[in-house]
């Protein structure tokens, strides 16, 4: 299936010559496919895949009583699950610590970019509020999870409607016409350094020769609303720099895909 | 006054749509998706591999590990918490004792075989379609099998026997309901998993035996399709 084993050095040699594995350049993504509505017991929901990798999010809300802090604010959860059906590496158990890392940055994407207007999820001050539950199940993981859980997440809650609510219950089998207030569109873009290299959407086998990776969460304007450095190398403050125009100038590529 | 209609309109003994497809999964070593109607199943196989912790081994032969799981989003109601409930993993052990008698796992010591079942989307009959979906994985892993395992919810809705119950049918308040789920061996019929819930009259066990044996034959027949498909066999080599 997957030629096993490239060494870091062959990858990293191949990049100096103007090459990657599969043949793509540097600032290429695999082909991406996203589809909306694929579960009908979500609230809302897609499925996204980027070359192999295939994620599905799900959409699910429940009214829940306010943070006292912020009596007038609905709240997102965002969860991520490494299903162990999409990877001989991933273990049954509670989400480890690249779930969660996952999870975070794509929660701080949507929550510090006010893409959601969680003002427009109270329902009634300091009593109750929409509590919008995302969930990213991976089907099949073969690199750039956190890209693909990004747009998942994004293209999930633009496609939830809110389910009737009575003041008492919610009916959930009777969804009502309001979509969320979602007034944003947060796009992640990972930049992965490899040697000296900076390449976008690596696969399974590219991702294991990453020396430093940076996501970048930016908005169609070009502001940033979160950033994460992953791997294990040092970044030159130039490397920084050039990795967030890579990311910046991708993401509004993504952003006509759920926008 | 009975039950004189299904809710959504099918006979007493039609099953929903019914859709089936091998090698959706890359990673895995076999993989299948199972649909019945609103409930989607989803099955990937990783090994023989090695088992840790090793006391778990078995030196005499590999053991079938099955793990069922809801995706958070899965339920038409409130969100399925993860990590796994009573319930979850009482599945998994009867899904795991359902395709126990089809493989031969003897040349396979201290290892595992690990089903991975995971549903996106459950409208009733999610155990039934996940063991339906792991036999085609399963298959496709290349694990040796002697049999497909085929699996079908029958039982009784009100005055009325019926086959492959849906939410509407299990949660019917106008009469007794029954919810007999039941898997079995694709050609010799015999029975690997029987599960039941509600109100029945013991005579009326042989006839819905007898129903549930016709669908799983139907059920094995697009099993077969599938992994024809994938494999390129004629049915006639």
Known sequence: MNEAGHSHNHIVKLLDAGFRLDGRKAEEFREISLETGVTKTAEGSARVKIGGTEVMAGVKMEVVTPYPDAPEDGTIIVNVELMPLSSPDFESGPPGIEAIEISRVVDRGIRESKALNFRKLCIEKDKKVWAVLIDLCTINAEGNLLDACALAALAALRDARLPAYDGEKIDYRSKAKDSLPLEKIPISVTVSKIGRHFIIDPDAEEEKAIGARITVASLEDGTLCAMQKGGDEALAPDDVIKMIDIATAKANELRGMVG | ?237
């Open chain 2, 1 to 237: 006054m009975g039950y004189e209609k299904r809710i959504d309109g099918r006979g007493m003994e039609d099953m929903r749509g019914l859709k089936a497809k091998v090698g959706v999964i890359r990673q895995a070593e076999g993989s299948a998706y199972f649909q019945m109607g609103n409930t989607w199943a989803y099955a990937a196989v990783y090994g023989p591999r090695d088992l840790y912790p090793r006391f778990m081994q078995d030196p005499t032969k590999g053991i079938l590990r099955c793990h069922y799981n809801m995706m958070p989003f899965s339920s038409t109601g409130e969100r399925v918490r993860p990590g796994g409930s009573r319930r979850s993993k009482e599945i998994s052990m009867v899904t795991q004792k359902a395709l126990l008698p089809v493989i031969d796992l003897s040349e396979f010591p201290n290892a595992v075989v690990d089903v991975f079942i995971e549903l996106p989307q459950t409208e009733a009959g999610s155990r039934c379609a996940g063991i339906c979906a792991a036999s085609m994985a399963l298959a496709d892993a290349g694990i040796e099998m002697k049999d497909l395992v085929t699996a079908v919810s029958v039982g009784r809705v009100d005055d009325k026997l019926v086959v492959d119950l849906d939410y509407s049918e299990e949660s019917y308040d106008g009469g007794p309901v029954a919810d007999f789920p039941v898997a079995m061996l694709a050609s010799t019929g015999k029975i690997s998993l029987l599960q039941m819930d509600g109100l029945l009259d013991k005579k009326e066990i042989p006839k819905l035996l007898e129903m549930a044996r016709k669908a799983c034959t139907r059920i094995a027949e697009i099993q077969k399709a599938a992994l024809k498909e994938k494999y390129g066999v004629d049915s006639n080599e």
